[in-house]
């Protein structure tokens, strides 16, 4: 009994030993490629920063109005963007390559499923993103607009146009990661219909108001706004 | 690499017949044809009586018009005194016309203009607006007059105008740009001015012509790049600035928006020009340096003041990522005073506009929004204005006018440090 | 040509050679030209190419106003001859197919013509109203005065019969009276005499001046076509083939009258072009020409228009405006003392600054226009002026033939001829004369000849209608002259650069451009419009044939 303890143990402590004689070859494979991974990644990041200088890409985003887009979001240069995002595919590609070779039963399934996603989350991080960006400048420009020309309740239209886009870019990014498709297609469609709904309820109450300015405005006696505003140049 | 030139080739052709003149006057036109012919005539006009010896070529630049504006320009025949024998005038007047096919933009109008003038050898160039109702020969002379004879680079319009015309440039164009580029010249923007052949060559050269801030109203960076170019600016008093018919001029926001825009884009490019100059000069002059009639009382301007209040209430995070929280603060302080006894302060305004042309450079947020964030502000100031002069004299209005513009000078160093350093 | 002579309307095809005979040859050694003179260069003339010649008044005269102040209708001024001397020049003008035109002073005469020393005689002599008379000086108030630097009124005062006789030009220079038929009789009998000589045409001075009515500018009066219309009838019947030339410096609206319905003046000198062409070159500019041409009436079939660039007169600019007028000044007369009357003293050549090409296009403008040309004397060597010698007379110094004694003139001593010769470097006899132009195929006096042989050879360039091209580019003239089928397009750059020029020549599709001087050929016309160069000052005369 007791041999067969101790053999039990040795056996266990041998497949230990083997395991972990097999083991770390692998793990100094997976370590020698993430740092390989790094320097390929920092390599190819230099690479491709000194093309895009020479292809003077950060003027023609300059031009295309691009840059201005990415200061707002305290984003660095078009540049600068790019290669980093090179270095990090790069590397994390290189990182999820090393832990394959790992072995680990069960990881290896996650991870080619995570290679599949990859591409998708990407896109849907993008489609937030812009979303995000998008909404702020389109509420802000309506804010503006709605606050110079001397409309009420402002803020409210400027939040309600916020609140639309993210709604849309929400849904836009689950549908592209594939989750849950129906239910994020009728949430969707549950909280627009909701806050259309509310909209017309609210102007068509409220609205009165704002109607019968517009049609002043455009219809009556201009002159009346002269008189507040003298010809400014 | 065969770069793309943005003149037609029958414009050129155009160009080509013409050969050297002595002076060009450009009329920009969109949809015109009811008023084109009475500012071509008077072109005309001027070159015969003032110009008869002088090589000439009057050039229509139309953005896509509708109507027959450009045929109008080119079929009209020239006007002429039936019963004069001799000739109507020494030389052909030369008339050529070009259309662009984008949206009108006085931008690509103007460089159209600069091209031709630079092409042609124009010593002597104005631009005329077919739209100014009250336009004479001798509006058009006194423009190219002083290029042509006394060698200014360039010629802006003074105006007679009434107590509450023109606020914006009185208030606020007319002295920030005074403290910032150091030249006196009070109708930066203006629908018609003057300049020479040799700074439209200066110009031409210049790569700004596709910026967003050059479409509406690019005269201002004409005026700017002469004074940077080391060229003589000077100003013609024309006479009275017409009241612009309903619904032609763009409304406060707009005007903002072009102006405004535009001198913050000018400062922005031509930043080492200004940094380091201190207090300004005055410009040549020509007739009286300004005339202010005593009609035209404003009615009540209560509306004005609820729009500035709120929209110091409403756009308070956009105003505070522009504005220092002191001026901030001020400024929101203010909007709660009463409506009569409000009183919007020149130190107050002066530090408000340095610290938005700051963050204009900074690109705090979208500069466009930016500068839309001003117009409740200079509603603000424009009904504090309002309050004080409505029974003020045209002295005491110059005197005070005056005063601000000396405050913009003393507060340079404060817009120079806020430029410099991001906070 | 032999068939010319007999034509009626030689006066259409005519190249005019305008000339004084004091100026041009002196055969006796007096210092002053003569006729006799004149008749031994009629070859040089004929080899030029002209086929008539107008003669400057060469009557007897005190000679005040260069001969316009005639003492004596009918016979010649000793200095210059014989009236046989004159009849002499006069055949073998015509045997060298060479056609002769007079001046005749119908409007005035002399102070010193013994009808005017009978009028003044007393008061009621039968001559007396011969002239306009009058006891004041008040009378057609609204008259202007012609000769502003020298005359104050155009009444001047008779001490001998105490009245004030009338006057549109000097004092000395007393108008006749044409209300009187006497008067109108005996100048008819004065033109009858020189055409019974052979003469072939009258030049007929002052015209719009015949009549006087109170109220009225006494100018272009109706009274005064009659008379003309008269002599007219007159000369049809009795010397038909003769012919008639107006000088009325008058807007050609006005002149055009002179041409009534082809039954008064064959011919009128379009005074108005003449200006304008030098200003288009100067200017670099067409609208000058084109305009004036555009205000120039049609004129009935017999007659023409008589072009010229200078004559013995000044460049007149009565017919400009003050702004025209001032840059004439300031371009072509920047010294005062160019400057005479409203007019400029000055000749061709120092006027184009010496410059070949310029003289050139000008003269090529004036062979290719619509009108019989007239061409002054020495200017088709560029001869130069003097505006020193006063009066008109720096336009007016002797013809110089060659760089030897008196330039070839007279063999008088230099002192005694009648006027100094040019003799700066530049425009003086040395430089500029016939016989050292005669030697060179490509001297001025060579080109001309060519351009007016040229020029005879088409008569669509006398009788030829005018049709304006309007190229975008305005420096550059560019017309068709056609007659029926002959067709010829002229195009000039006015500018001191090259030029290119696109021309609509669709109405000639297909024709074949000859160059008329080299007798090129050029590309056919098509569809596009015709590109052409031009030179600084260049000028291009194609026939348009269609083959």
């Not at chain 3, 209608?465 to 002259?481: C, D, G, K």
């Amino acid at each position: 009994m007791k041999e067969l303890v101790i053999q039990g143990l040795r056996q266990a402590y041998d497949n230990l030993v083997h395991m972990f004689a097999e083991f770390l070859p692998r793990l100094l494979v997976m370590l020698v490629i993430i740092v390989v991974g790094l320097f390929v990644a920092y390599f190819l990041k230099t690479i491709l920063r000194a093309l895009l200088h020479v292809t003077r890409l950060d003027r023609l985003s300059e031009e295309a109005g691009a840059s201005r887009f990415l200061r707002m979001a305290a984003l660095p240069s078009m540049t600068e963007l790019l290669s980093r995002s090179l270095f990090w595919v790069t590397w994390s590609g290189f990182i999820l390559i090393g832990i394959s070779v790992l072995g680990v039963a069960g990881l290896q399934e996650q991870i080619s499923r995570l290679f599949l996603l990859l591409p998708a989350i990407f896109v849907a991080i993008l489609i937030l993103f812009l979303g995000l960006v998008t909404a702020n400048f389109l509420s802000r420009a309506a804010l503006l607009a709605a606050v110079n020309a001397g409309y009420p309740a402002p803020k409210l239209l400027s939040w309600s146009i916020r609140f639309v886009i993210w709604a849309l870019a929400i849904s836009m990014a689950l549908e592209q990661v594939g989750v849950a498709r129906q239910t994020v297609i009728a949430a969707f469609s549950i909280v627009f219909g909701a806050f259309m709904f509310g909209l017309a309820i609210a102007f068509g109450l409220g609205g009165r108001e704002l109607a019968r300015e517009f049609l002043e405005r455009n219809l009556g006696d201009k002159k009346k706004e002269k008189y507040e505003e003298p010809q400014p140049l | 690499m065969a770069e793309e030139s943005f003149l037609a080739d029958d414009f050129l052709r155009q160009l080509m017949s013409v050969g050297e003149v002595d002076l060009l006057v450009g009329i920009p036109s969109h949809n015109h044809a009811s008023t084109l012919l009475q500012a071509l005539h008077c072109v005309e006009e001027t070159l015969r009586q003032n110009f008869v010896r002088e090589r000439a070529v009057i050039l229509n630049v139309d953005g896509g018009s509708t109507d027959d504006t450009r045929k109008l320009f080119i079929e009209s025949s020239e006007r002429r005194d039936v019963a004069h024998k001799g000739l109507t005038s020494l030389r052909t007047i030369h008339r050529i016309s070009v259309e662009y096919d984008r949206s009108p933009s006085q931008g690509l109008a103007l460089h159209h203009i600069v091209a031709a003038a630079d092409l042609l050898r124009a010593r002597a160039c104005a631009v005329v607006s077919p739209g100014t109702t009250n336009l004479t020969s001798n509006w058009v002379a006194n423009l190219l007059r002083p290029v042509y004879r006394e060698g200014l680079d360039f010629v802006a319009p003074l105006y007679a105008r009434s107590r509450f015309q023109g606020l914006l440039a009185r208030d606020l164009l007319y002295p920030m740009s005074r403290a910032v580029f150091g030249q006196r010249i009070r109708e930066l923007y203006s629908d018609e001015w003057g300049f020479s052949g040799r700074l439209a060559t200066q110009c031409l050269e210049k790569e700004v012509w596709q910026e967003e801030a050059m479409r509406a109203r690019p005269e201002a960076w004409m005026a700017i790049t002469a004074i940077g170019g080391g060229l003589k600016c000077g100003q013609y008093f024309l006479g009275p600035k017409p009241a612009s018919p309903a619904g032609t001029s763009p409304d406060l926001v707009d005007a903002i928006r072009q102006t405004v825009g535009n001198l913050f884009w000018c400062m922005e490019i031509n930043e080492p020009q200004w940094l380091n100059r201190s207090s300004s000069q005055p410009v040549p002059t020509f007739g009286p340096d300004h005339e202010l009639s005593s009609d035209g009382v404003p009615a009540s301007p209560e509306k004005i003041f609820d729009l500035f209040r709120s929209g110091v209430n409403e756009l308070e995070p956009i105003l505070a990522s522009i504005l220092a929280p002191e001026t901030h603060a001020q400024i929101k302080a203010i909007a709660l005073s009463d409506r009569l006894k409000f009183h919007f302060a020149a130190e107050l305004w002066v530090k408000t506009l340095y610290e938005f042309a700051a963050s204009y450079h900074h690109s705090v947020l979208n500069r466009d929004h930016l500068v839309q964030a001003l117009v409740p502000l200079y509603r603000g100031r424009l009904y504090s204005f309002l309050l004080e002069h409505a029974n003020s004299s045209p002295e005491v209005m110059e005197t005070r006018s005056e005063m601000v513009c000396q405050e913009f000078e003393r507060q340079k160093p404060y817009l120079v440090e806020r430029w410099t350093t991001k906070h | 040509m032999p068939q010319l002579l007999d034509e009626s309307l030689w006066y259409k095809d005519a190249v005019i050679y305008q000339l004084h005979v004091r100026t041009f040859c002196d055969s006796n050694g007096d210092g002053i030209g003569d006729f006799r003179g004149l008749t031994t260069k009629l070859d040089y003339l004929q080899e030029l190419g002209i086929n008539a010649i107008w003669l400057l008044p060469f009557y007897p005269s005190p000679l005040r106003d260069d001969g316009y102040d005639i003492a004596d209708y009918t016979s010649v001024h000793p200095s210059y001859g014989t009236l046989q001397d004159f009849k002499d020049f006069l055949t073998a003008a015509h045997n060298r197919r060479i056609r002769v035109i007079t001046e005749m002073v119908v409007n005035h005469t002399s102070d010193q013509h013994p009808w005017f020393q009978e009028a003044r005689s007393s008061r009621d002599n039968p001559k007396r109203d011969w002239y306009v008379w009058s006891d004041t000086d008040t009378r057609y108030q609204d008259v202007r005065i012609i000769f502003v630097d020298t005359e104050m009124s155009n009444w001047a005062w008779d001490p001998i019969s105490k009245a004030y006789y009338w006057h549109r030009f000097f004092g000395h220079q007393p108008d006749l009276n044409y209300d009187n038929p006497a008067v109108r009789q005996a100048m008819w009998e004065v033109m009858k005499f020189w055409l019974d000589i052979g003469v072939d045409g009258f030049r007929l001075d002052a015209v719009p001046y015949l009549i006087e009515r109170e109220g009225t500018s006494c100018e272009n009066l109706p009274e005064t076509h009659e008379i003309i219309r008269e002599f007219r009838q007159r000369i049809d019947l009795a010397y038909p083939g003769k012919m008639l030339l107006a000088e009325a410096n008058q807007w050609p609206a006005d002149v055009r009258a002179y041409f009534g319905n082809g039954d008064e003046f064959h011919m009128a000198f379009h005074f108005p072009l003449m200006p304008r062409m030098f200003m288009a070159v100067k200017l670099e500019d067409r609208k000058p020409i084109i305009e004036i041409l555009e205000q120039t009436p049609q004129i009935p079939p017999n007659c023409q228009w008589c072009i010229f660039l200078r004559n013995h007169d000044e460049l007149t600019l009565e017919m400009v405006t003050s702004v025209e007028r001032d840059y004439m000044y300031d371009e072509y007369a920047g010294d005062k003392a160019m400057r005479i009357n409203l007019g400029i003293r000055r000749r061709l050549a120092p006027m184009m600054e010496n410059d070949r090409r310029r003289v050139e296009l000008l003269t090529g403008l004036l062979l290719s226009m619509p009108g019989t040309p007239i061409i002054y004397y020495g200017d088709e060597i560029g001869m130069g002026d003097n505006v020193y010698l006063g009066d008109r007379n720096g336009v007016r110094t002797p013809m110089q033939w060659n760089g030897g004694w008196n330039a070839g003139f007279s063999t008088a001593d230099p002192e005694r001829l009648y006027s100094p010769l040019i003799s700066n470097p530049v425009y003086g006899y040395q430089a500029i004369n016939v016989d050292s132009q005669r030697r060179s195929a490509h001297s001025l006096l060579s080109w001309t000849k060519s351009v007016i042989q040229t020029r005879n050879a088409f008569r669509v360039f006398s009788r030829g209608s005018i049709e304006f091209l309007n190229p975008s580019n305005h420096r550059v003239l560019a017309y068709v002259r056609r007659l029926g089928e002959e067709k010829v397009l002229v195009v000039n750059n006015l500018s001191n650069s090259a030029q290119a020029v696109e021309l609509n020549l669709q109405m000639y599709k297909r024709h074949i451009p000859i160059e008329m001087f080299g007798r090129n050929l050029f590309p056919r016309i098509g569809d596009l419009p015709y590109l052409l160069t031009l030179g600084p000052y260049q000028f291009y005369w194609f026939r348009l044939r269609r083959i």
